[in-house]
Structure formats: C-alpha cells, structure tokens
C-alpha cells in the first residue's frame, strides 16, 4: 500500500476472527469528511474525550460507525494534515509537486478556514446503540497433563488458558474503555440534567419574582383605577352642577330678557308722553304768545285778569310735567 492511501484508507479489526480489515473512502467520503471536520471545530474543545465524541458524531452522520473507529478516524485527519503541510511547506531543498496530490486545495481551504460552514453542525454525543458493541474474547478450556502419580490418579488437572493472549487483552481493555466512555457519557447526561435542573430551578425562582412584581402592578394599576373612578365621579358631580347653573342661568337670562322688552316699553312710552308734551308745550306757547298780542291791545284793567289765567295755566302745566 502507498503511503498516499493513509488519507483515505482505514483498518478495521475484527475482535471475533481477528482479522485486519481496510475500508477505502471515495473521493466525496474524504470530502464530506474533511468539510465535516472543520465545520464543526467547535466539537474539538481539548477537554477529556471529546475528540472521541465529536469524531464518532462525523461517522456516524456519514454512515461510517461500523466501518472505522473514532482512533482511525483521528489518525486519517492527522495523516491528511501531515500530508499537506510536507506539501506546503516543504523542507528546504525538496521538491514537491502539490498538485499531484488530490486532496492539496481541499485542505488547503480547509486549513485556510474557507470551508467553515460548509457542512451540517452536529451534536457532539451520540449514543452508544449507534457504534457496534465491543465483544469479550471467548476463553476456551485446555486440559493438560501434569506426569505425576497424584495427578494421574486425579485424571488430570484442567487448566484455563486463553488463545491469543495479547489479542484478547487489547479486546478487554478497549471493552473496558468503551464501559468507562459509557460511564462519562451517563455522568455527562447526569451533570446536563443537573444543569439543566438547576436552570429550571433559577427560571422558576426568576418567574417567582416577575409573577410577584405583576402582582405589585397589578395592586398599583387596581388602586389607580379606583382613584380614576373616583375622580371621575367627581368630574360627573361637577359636570352636573355646571348644568344646573346653565339652567339656571338660562331661566335667569329669559326673565331678564323679559324685563329688558318691559323697560323698552317703558321707554318707548314716556319718549312719546315726551312728545306730546312738547307739542302741547309749543301749543301752549303759540297760545301764550297770541294771548299776550290780545292783551296790548286791550286795556289794561283786563291785563290782571289775563294774567292770573295764564300762572294757573302755567301751573297745571308744570303739574303734568311732575307727573311724567
């Protein structure tokens, strides 16, 4: 095999026939995979196993839990990686032809953070129903006989031994790690749960204090209402004394309107007695001043009489005058 297959080729071990198994991705497999690795950087945090989550999340969004192992999947983006930066940046005096490699632009946007968003963000915990359960190695049972009387007369001890030893230690061990992941996972989803908890809780004891402070404002608003209702009954009270005052202006307006055409009756009254005192003023007058022509001509024993006639006439007159 070439070294260039490590970019995407993978080794998969069968723990049952113990036999080495290399699955080969395509050209889009390495593509997704690659976009899917840097669309969702924010999975790989540094912290306790969580490149192991974050990886099993891209194979399993690919299809891929049952045909490579979150390690191989690891190993195949460090050998990508490796790969282009020998291509990048070669060591001084080496040749390098990046072109000849198929995967040097798509790492290198990748690298350059122009593939950012490219794929679909995953959530970093999968279950473990979605990977295939580590199996325990089979012990099998190998009599062995030990050339000795006792022994011969027991027919021999049974002794356990275990075929590929190495092989069936390494099985236990990963079994024993996938036991402890297992273990995080649940103590993971325990402390998300007691976080989440705890929100609930703080929400609650934040929903608390917002219902007491409606009900605060809903005391105030209450209360203003009823100082509303009240002021308002006042307005009405106001209101209705106004209109009882317009009535009773209104009836007084009419009664002074009526004494108001009385007195121009009045008016017009004296002012024609007025007249007609006047004409009968210059009547009079006409009457005197003809009077007092008579009387030159007459004697004057008849000028005393003449003038007695006309005081009383004079007098009547003023009288009238008084009168009006």
């Known amino acids: 095999m070439d070294i260039n297959d490590h970019a995407y080729t993978s080794t998969t071990y069968d723990k049952h026939s113990h036999v080495e198994f290399t699955y080969k991705m395509s050209v889009s497999e390495v593509e997704d995979f690659v976009k899917l690795r840097v669309s969702n950087n924010y999975l790989f945090s540094g912290r306790r196993n969580t490149s192991m989550w974050a990886w099993r999340a891209i194979l399993k969004h690919m299809g891929l839990q049952h045909k490579m192992t979150h390690s191989q999947a690891s190993k195949k983006w460090e050998n990508l990686k490796k790969r282009y930066k020998g291509l990048k940046n070669p060591s001084d005096g080496m040749k390098v032809f990046p072109d000849a490699w198929p995967y040097f632009n798509l790492m290198d946007d990748a690298m350059e953070g122009r593939l950012e968003g490219n794929a679909t963000i995953l959530k970093a915990f999968p279950t473990n129903r979605d990977f295939p359960p580590i199996s325990k190695p089979k012990r099998r049972k190998v ?182």
């Not at 007491?212 to 307005?235: N, P, S």
């Not at 007695?273 to 009077?291: C, F, I, P, T």
């Open 143 to 324: 009599s062995m006989e030990i050339n000795s009387p006792t022994a011969s007369l027991a027919g021999g001890p049974e002794i356990e031994v275990s075929l590929n030893g190495d092989e069936d230690e390494e099985a236990v061990r990963e079994g024993s790690q996938e036991i402890d992941h297992a273990m995080q996972e649940l103590a993971h989803g325990r402390d998300m749960l007691d976080g989440e908890r705890q929100v609930m809780e703080r929400e609650k004891r934040v929903m608390g204090r917002e219902k007491q402070v409606v009900e605060r404002e809903k005391q105030v608003v209450e209360r203003e209402r009823q100082v509303l209702q009240r002021e308002r009954a006042a307005l009405d009270r106001e209101v209705a004394a106004l209109d009882r005052d317009r009535a009773s202006l209104e009836r007084e307006k009419v009664v002074v309107e009526r004494e108001r055409a009385l007195v121009e009756r009045g008016r017009d009254a004296v002012s024609r007695d007025r007249l007609a005192l006047e004409r009968e003023r210059a009547r009079l007058d006409g009457l005197s001043a003809n009077k007092e022509r008579t009387e030159e001509v007459t004697e004057d024993g008849g000028k005393a009489k003449d003038s007695g006639k006309k005081e009383e006439f004079l007098n009547l007159f003023e009288k009238l005058i008084e009168h009006f």
